[in-house]
């Protein structure tokens, strides 16, 4: 079982808009600004398209936002595209010897 | 241009072990923290383990007091010597370079280990 909950799946159609959601504990997501979001295509390595809950790497689209309130965090994905099929995982600081604990991850699926 | 090359892994029996290598080129290890973070096959992402800039360690619970993350600096290198290897430890594994805020900017293609009998 993952530390972070996320939904196993979601899916919506090209041009909408979605949202991931990820739930963990004061002494994750909670307790610190450190909440971070990849996108992984099958069989390729995951790539960071946000951090610190709300901040885009340079190159990453602005479709994508992140948010936080309270121990859940979120991810949306505005003005969906067939290429942004992927799973999708959030990740946390957390407080004591497990320094980064991770979602189970989310499959979107665009119809 | 920043590139992780991992390497070390493949088939080992229960019990055994491995030292994965994680060759960073484009920055230099020992100024950045660098984690592995593993995948078993179908499975979600897992943090394995983490070196800081200043050489603190920090590991899972699933593989403290088995794996030991470490580093070379001459040959900008981050190791990761994994003993008493079970099947539950079969997975991909990644090398991670930080990013700001305990993400993880720059990943590897990641060397696969397989445990089984």
């Known amino acids: 079982q993952s530390a972070l909950t996320q939904p196993a799946s979601v899916s919506g159609s090209p041009g909408q808009s979605i949202t991931i959601s990820c739930t963990g504990t004061?002494?994750?997501?909670?307790?610190?600004?450190?909440v971070s979001w990849y996108q992984q295509h099958p069989g390729k390595a995951p790539k960071l398209i946000i951090y610190?809950?709300?901040s885009r790497p340079s190159g990453v689209s602005n479709r994508f936002s992140g948010s936080k309130s309270g121990n859940t965090a979120s991810l949306t994905i505005s003005g969906l595209q067939a290429e942004d099929e992927a799973d999708y995982y959030c990740?946390?600081?957390?407080?004591?010897?497990?320094?980064?604990?991770f979602g189970g991850g989310t499959k979107l699926t665009v119809l | 241009e920043v590139q992780l090359v991992e390497s070390g892994g493949g088939l080992i029996q229960p019990g055994g072990s491995l030292r994965l290598s994680c060759a960073a080129s484009?920055?230099?290890?020992?100024?950045?923290?660098m984690s592995w973070v593993r995948q078993a096959p179908g499975k979600g992402l897992e943090w394995v383990s983490v070196i800081y800039s200043g050489e603190s360690t920090y590991y899972a619970d699933s593989v403290k007091g088995r794996f030991t993350i470490s580093r070379d600096i001459s040959k900008n290198t981050v190791y990761l010597q994994m003993n008493s290897l079970r099947a539950e430890d079969t997975a991909l594994y990644f090398c991670?370079?930080?990013?700001?805020?305990?993400?993880?900017?720059?990943w590897g293609r990641g060397t696969l280990v397989t445990v089984s009998s």
């Open positions: 484009g920055f230099t290890v020992s100024s950045n923290f």
């Open positions: 610190g809950v709300s």
């Open positions: 004061s002494s994750d997501v909670g307790g610190y600004n450190y």
């Open positions: 990740s946390s600081y957390s407080s004591g010897s497990t320094q980064v604990v």
């Open positions: 991670a370079r930080d990013g700001a805020d305990y993400s993880f900017a720059s």
